[in-house]
């Protein structure tokens, strides 16, 4: 078991008064809380700050916290509590507060997990008869671009809480197969009926809400059903007009170039986007590149060109 | 804590198609009728019908993730209905443009390959 340092968790000193806990409490609270942070491990850190918070705002807590600071972790981190440690605080004394102190640490729970009676007994007194809905769990599911396209398989691995055979609830990891449907955009929702955390006492069981996500592509970027590609072109084609082959998710097309292009200028492909049923499109934004270096001849050409195009002004609009 | 994960094959339910109603979702989100009446005023979650009488009332997939959010966030940071309705407004502004950042910053680095 790891000792767990409370105070280096929210940011303060040994000696910090209430008052500072708690304001960096709900400051760390906000900046880590996993609905606003994006950081990947937010939801990691708002259980940390929540465990550290539940102990040093309990004065009682906090004391008994002290004392097992300075008996101290072992060598090599890890930590054993001394002989016939037994909380106080932890029976009686207020229970709980509202946070979800289901996740705290084996460090909490060793040190402080006596008086369970409230927070983390599903059955136990009064509530053993009560029938209760399972809570719905909401995972996140990053998927590359080919997999929202073509529809795939997916592992997605979650807590769900169930009471144990004691009537504790405990956190359980799961990993379904799940098969995800062509065409999701970013931030849709799939639901898995009756695969969140199970109903207590018979209650249904709660629902797995995925959220998708999208991981950047290389080539392709995606907004909302339509797929953008920046494609390169030569002064010649973009002049002239051409057919050019384009990659799509996929595939690839052969695209006609209008005679006279600009640079930034977009094509349209037709349901060449997200599938589903109104599926998106591919735009195409055409990017006008030169060679590195021209060969002698063709820039004899372009001079050629200069003069023959002496009259057209491109900076015509920046009032020069 | 966690004991040998279990692989199961399952199918998606569904993605668009499905809602719930105000009893429903109230039992969701373990909240009072009252509360997703607020949150509809608010304008922080809407019905699929939002003429409809709050009986009548019928909420999305969306609608029921945005609402544990809203729980989440209440319970978590003690925020106030009018707080709750401008952070989620902001959280959603902000992903939004953090995806258009990318969008962006990976089309120039198109443009400047």
Known sequence: ?320 | MSEKDSILTVEVMDSDGSTFTLHEVCERGECHAEFVIKLVNYGIISPVEPSAEARQWLFDVAALARLHKARRLQRDLKMNLPGLAMSLELLDEVQEMRREVARLNHRLQQLLD
């Open chain 1, 1 to 320: 078991m790891d000792f767990k340092d409370y105070y280096a968790v929210l940011g303060v000193s040994e000696s910090a008064s209430p008052e500072e806990i708690k304001k960096s409490y709900r400051k760390l609270a906000r900046k880590y809380h996993p609905d606003v942070s994006k950081e990947d491990d937010a939801g990691e850190k708002f259980k940390e700050l929540g465990e550290a918070y539940e102990v040093l705002k309990d004065p009682e807590k906090r004391t008994e916290y002290d004392q097992l600071r300075k008996y101290g972790p072992q060598a090599d981190g890890s930590f054993q509590p001394p002989p016939g440690w037994q909380s106080e605080s932890g029976f009686g004394g207020g229970g709980y507060t509202d946070a979800d102190s289901r996740q705290f640490s084996d460090f909490f729970e060793q040190m402080f997990g006596g008086g369970q009676a409230g927070g983390r007994h599903a059955g136990g007194g009064f509530r053993q008869n009560v029938r209760m809905r399972g809570e719905d769990v909401l995972a996140r599911l990053p998927l590359f671009l080919e997999e929202v396209f073509n529809g795939c398989e997916k592992q997605v691995s979650f807590a769900v809480h169930e009471a144990d055979d004691q009537g504790r609830i405990v956190a359980r990891q799961k990993t379904l197969k799940v098969k995800i449907p062509a065409g999701m955009r970013e931030g849709q929702h799939l639901r898995l009926k009756g695969q969140g955390s199970p109903g207590i006492g018979g209650g249904e069981p709660g629902d797995l809400l995925i959220e998708v996500e999208l991981a950047p592509h290389p080539m392709f970027s995606v907004e909302g059903r339509d797929v953008v590609l920046t494609v390169p072109v030569t002064p010649w084609e973009a002049a002239l007009g051409a057919t050019i082959m384009v990659p799509t998710v996929g595939s690839k097309v052969n695209v006609k170039v209008p005679k006279g292009t600009s640079s930034g200028r977009k094509l349209r492909l037709k349901g060449k986007g997200l599938p589903g049923k109104h599926p998106g499109d591919q735009i195409v934004v055409l990017q006008i590149v030169i060679p590195e270096q021209h060969s002698a001849e063709a820039e004899k050409l372009y001079e050629q060109l200069a003069e023959a195009e002496k009259k057209f002004d491109p900076r015509s609009k920046l009032h020069l």
